[in-house]
């Protein structure tokens, strides 16, 4: 894990070395954190990785014994420049306290310290200036999205408005994060005869089956020509780039003035299958949120109430031209 120069920390103290003014943030994070991850969400060992990313590019990435408070103000300061969320930026220092509690001093309520580092350095998180209001995209804009796929011409496939028409309706339906739908589902995780998908989720490893209405249905089979099961459905590259330019060049065709993000697409699926059934909660489940209480946990199974959510979310009119 650690480079061939640093190997071992047991070795460097035997032979008389100050780990705190030798070992980088990575070193410490691939020697002490990465082992105890065997069962962490595979989001999570990538956020790690960005993370770090970001560390060794915006600051001159000193040995961790010469990481201070004013260090980590700098760190915050340059994403603030660059407009990132408060929610990002409190995301990247989360996981980078984690890795610098893990080599701080070993005292009641860090039981797993390393005592490398004399003390654990702070960073004020930045504080939301504005809470954001979840977006309800409305059915003139999905009728108007849906559309406007017809000028789609990436990905390069038989029909990428057909391809970009089922994304629609799938983040629509279905709520699933950006990643899972474009990079994750696989013809494997697609049943057409029970009317769901099911997938792993890449940022909680956690197993998702999601019922969907036939019209759902009648969408993934227009694309289907007889796949590999390991094929995914949507067959996006790795390239973000083509992807989010894609979406709004669609938007653009659609006369859309107030951009739509695939998560408002999930948001809207959330509030949606909710008020179809007030008080279910069906969204929640659905979307993969965690279980709350007990009762949730051990005793409640949500099946009947969000097949009803799903079976009442009523469908714009434009996914009906699959029809004709």
Not at 28 to 57: I, K, Q, R
Not at 116 to 124: G, H, N
Not at 247 to 254: N, S
Not at 274 to 283: L, R
């Amino acid at each position: 894990m650690i480079s061939s120069v640093i190997k071992f920390p047991s070795q460097l103290v035997s032979q008389g070395n100050d780990l705190k003014y030798i070992l980088k943030l990575r070193d410490c994070f691939e020697e002490f954190v990465l082992p105890d991850m065997e069962d962490a969400p595979h989001g999570t060992l990538s956020v790690y990785l960005t993370t770090l990313n970001h560390w060794e590019t915006r600051t001159d990435n000193p040995p961790v014994g010469e990481i201070s408070n004013d260090l980590l103000r700098e760190f915050k300061q340059s994403f603030q420049k660059e407009g990132y969320s408060p929610e990002s930026i409190k995301k990247y220092w989360r996981h980078l306290r984690r890795i610098l509690r893990r080599i701080g001093p070993q005292i009641q309520g860090n039981p797993l310290g390393e005592s490398i580092i004399d003390r654990v350095p702070y960073m004020a998180p930045p504080k939301n200036t504005s809470v954001k209001i979840p977006r309800i995209v409305t059915e003139d804009e999905l009728n108007a999205v849906y559309e406007a796929c017809e000028v789609a011409t990436w990905p390069k496939v038989e029909s990428p408005a057909l391809m970009w028409r089922l994304a629609i309706v799938i983040f629509y339906n279905c709520g699933p994060r950006t990643q899972d739908v474009f990079r994750r589902l696989c013809w494997r995780n697609v049943d057409l005869e029970n009317s769901r998908i099911s997938f792993v989720s890449q940022k909680r490893s956690k197993l998702q089956g999601i019922p969907f209405q036939e019209i759902v249905g009648l969408h993934f089979e227009a694309i289907y020509r007889g796949q590999d099961p390991s094929e995914t459905v949507l067959r996006a590259t790795k390239c973000n780039r083509s992807l989010y330019s894609q979406w709004k060049k669609i938007q653009d065709a659609a006369g859309i003035q107030n951009y739509i993000e695939f998560r408002d697409l999930r948001e809207t699926c959330n509030s949606l299958l909710n008020a179809a059934v007030p008080g279910a909660n069906a969204g929640k489940w659905v979307l993969g949120h965690g279980a709350c209480g007990v009762n949730e946990l051990y005793y409640h199974n949500p099946t009947p109430e969000v097949l009803m959510a799903v079976e009442k979310l009523n469908q714009p009119e434009a996914f009906f031209s699959i029809l004709e």
